[in-house]
């Protein structure tokens, strides 16, 4: 192709390539299946890779973002990022409306809008296309945020329709939706990294990335709420925001425009009770004056506009009694104080336990035993201690301390520098530690065992498994008989081992637990290394050059391989016949799947897609970007919807699946 068709092609496919974003992430009802959408980003990366003059910071291709660390510049706010006057009570949104009405002769509309938790971020256009993010920083000066910004799906890097101005700037927030927040926890916790405390931290967490393709795989997602467009072009606030949507925004559909305070009453009642059902938190509603001459008219104080205003919901917040402080040890020795309360109805649940994070967080509150303590129910999963309620005190009563020993195995706790957690050192002799490291290596996307928790503490308790090494060497006869082991059951369970020592590499890596090693980096180091003896064998600079393994990360697998004691599972393991290296390894350089070409898509449990185009290539066989008559397999991971089925049919390509690919390279 030459460069002129290849500028055309391109341009064509970015144009499709933003729409079908925006119809997707913005508009929630895709055109076209997930395959089409990935071919023509296929072919759009290919094309770009082989004309790179032609490149974009704006095209599709970039929301992927780059692990290029950048510092963050600073940058003055044209027009400062200004807070809004806050209020907690209905008397002073009434004072409001008087205020309003006395500078404002006219009648006046508001919008009403939520007021979504996250980070607030300022986006400048130019000729329709993004060229700068900024957070809002002090107010007057930001961060330059714009490489991490792109990754956010719902952020048109390019406008559609027309009209709009040549250069302007459009506010909102960013946030991070419950589902996606829960999710990325949940990995945190599997890969024993620290909890996220609520949206809005990760959020904020997320945007202060330095490598902007680790924040393109958290689900951040932003919603716009004002506009700075010269008036000449609107009457009113509403009428841009709609101009916004058709220009591509996320504006959410929440908004309403009313003409009385009793309406906007409504709106917060509505608000209030239903909050729990939005899928992402908010701390109140936001009333705006919505003609533009009238928020002309009534200005801005010093740091609000007169125009404006915010109802906070206060906390879904009670009272309660501590009975006391119980501490809990996790896989990795972190040692959590859980406080024990007189059950409590809020918010819709009924509250019996509170975490209360850490020891400075007790010192923090001063609590003391039997304290009447404020509960929370904030963006936080767990609902927490905020204070206490001193003068319901028992004047004699003594402060919970820290413990100073495991309650689990008596071992001293330690406490690492930087580390606001206490451990429990023990890690190959403390119980709790070495039940929950057996139940995250027999876990469904670890080894897959099929066992109960219970299970697994009957085993431990019997004596019969001290270390995931020890299942492989059950036998039926050890376990029938016990409690709750009929024959079937003793069956189930030793064939469901037996099975696992099929769970390729990535996985068996994953189920060791070591810290900070979760699926996705599992997989990174099993692909890279190869087998587990080259990990073991590689030193801190050989790891921290693997494409997104940092120190912290190549620290922990150094110091889990310094342990005499994991070295013997790993050994064990091996004995047992776990997979333990990248099964296709001794096909590297082979012809097995020479004059076959592949076409690549979708999302796979074991391997990334970069990692599978690797084996087809290191086996002599051929990846291709687009389905032709030419293609010989379609290897399909987990959004392979019916469209796609139809169209390989139509070919008569085949269409295997990750297991089957895997089968194919044993050959
Ligand atoms: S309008 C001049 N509308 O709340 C200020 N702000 O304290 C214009 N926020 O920093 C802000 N939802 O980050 C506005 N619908 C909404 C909002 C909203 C959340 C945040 C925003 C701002 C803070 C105001």
Not at 375 to 390: C, F, L, Q, S, T
Not at 484 to 492: C, E, G, I, Q, V
């Amino acid at each position: 192709m030459d460069k002129a068709s290849a500028r055309d092609r391109i341009q064509k496919l970015r144009n499709e390539l933003h729409r079908h974003n925006h119809l997707y992430y913005v508009e929630a009802r895709p055109e076209i299946s997930d395959f089409e959408f990935d071919l023509m980003m296929q072919e759009l990366e290919t094309l770009e890779k082989k004309f790179p003059e032609l490149s974009d910071d704006n095209s599709p291709t970039r929301r992927v973002g780059s692990d290029i660390s950048e510092g963050f510049e600073q940058h003055v706010h044209e027009i400062p990022m200004l807070s809004l006057g806050n209020t907690y009570s209905r008397e002073e949104l009434k004072d409001f409306e008087t205020r309003v009405r006395k500078t404002v002769s006219t009648p006046v509309e508001y919008v009403c809008e939520l007021k979504y938790d996250g980070v607030a971020i300022s986006l400048t256009y130019e000729k329709g296309q993004l060229v700068r993010a900024i957070t809002r920083g002090d107010g007057v000066v930001g961060d330059v945020v714009t490489a991490n910004v792109r990754t956010i799906r719902s952020i048109p890097l390019q406008l559609s329709g027309d009209g709009y101005p040549e250069r302007f700037e459009i506010r909102g927030e960013v946030l991070m939706p419950l589902e996606g927040f829960r999710k990325m926890n949940e990995q945190r916790s599997a890969a024993g990294e620290q909890l996220f405390a609520n949206p809005r931290n990760a959020t904020a967490g997320t945007l202060k990335m330095q490598n902007s393709a680790l924040v393109a795989r958290r689900p951040l997602d932003c919603y716009l709420y004002s506009a700075a467009i010269k008036d000449e072009l609107f009457n009113s606030h509403f009428e841009s925001l709609n101009a916004c949507r058709r220009w591509g925004f996320k504006i959410p559909p929440y908004s309403r425009l009313v003409t009385s305070m009793e309406e906007v009453f409504e709106f917060i009642d509505h608000w209030a009770e239903k909050r729990s059902e939005l899928p992402f938190e908010i701390d109140g509603v936001v009333v705006k004056v919505n003609a533009l001459a009238q928020q002309k008219q009534l200005g801005f104080t010093a740091k609000t506009p007169r125009w404006a205003i915010a109802y906070k919901f206060k906390a879904q917040q009670v009272s309660t009694r501590l009975r006391g402080v119980v501490f809990q040890v996790g896989r990795t020795g972190a040692v959590t104080p859980v406080a024990n309360l007189d059950p409590v109805q809020l918010a819709g649940s009924t509250v019996k336990r509170a975490s209360l994070h850490n020891a400075d967080q007790i010192a923090m509150l001063d609590l003391r035993e039997h304290d009447q303590v404020f509960v929370e129910k904030g963006g936080d999963i767990i609902p927490k201690i905020v204070g206490v309620d001193k003068e319901k005190r028992d004047g004699a009563s003594a402060p919970v301390t820290f413990i100073s020993h495991c309650p689990e195995c008596g071992t001293e706790l330690i406490r690492y520098p930087g580390e606001a957690a206490h451990y429990c050192p023990n890690v190959y002799g403390c119980p709790p530690q070495i039940k929950e490291r057996l139940n995250h290596f027999i876990s469904r996307r670890a080894m897959n065992i099929n066992a109960a928790e219970a299970t697994i503490g009957q085993l431990y308790n019997e004596g019969l498994v001290r270390g995931p090494a020890d299942l492989y060497t059950l036998k039926y006869e050890d376990i029938i008989g016990l409690e709750r082991f009929a024959k079937k059951s003793s069956h189930n369970l030793i064939n469901s081992i037996a099975a696992s020592r099929e769970v390729p590499f990535p996985r068996v890596l994953y189920a060791l637990g070591i810290r900070y090693v979760g699926e996705t980096v599992a997989r990174k180091l099993a692909t890279h290394f190869g087998s587990i003896d080259r990990i073991r064998q590689a030193g801190v600079d050989e790891l921290t050059a693997v494409d997104e393994i940092g120190e912290r990360i190549a620290g922990s697998v150094t110091t889990f391989f310094q342990d005499e004691a994991n070295i013997n599972t790993v050994e064990a393991l091996k004995e047992a016949g776990l997979q333990l290296e990248i099964r296709n390894e001794e096909a590297e350089t082979g012809t097995l799947l020479e004059g076959k070409s592949f076409v690549i898509s979708g999302t796979f449990e074991n391997f990334s897609r970069d990692a599978l185009k690797e084996m087809v290539a290191s086996n002599g066989g051929k990846n291709l970007s687009a389905v032709s008559s030419k293609t010989s397999y379609i290897l399909a991971g987990e959004n392979m919807g019916p469209e796609k089925l139809k169209k390989a049919e139509a070919l008569g390509i085949p269409v295997i699946s990750e297991d089957a690919f895997m089968e194919m390279l044993k050959g």
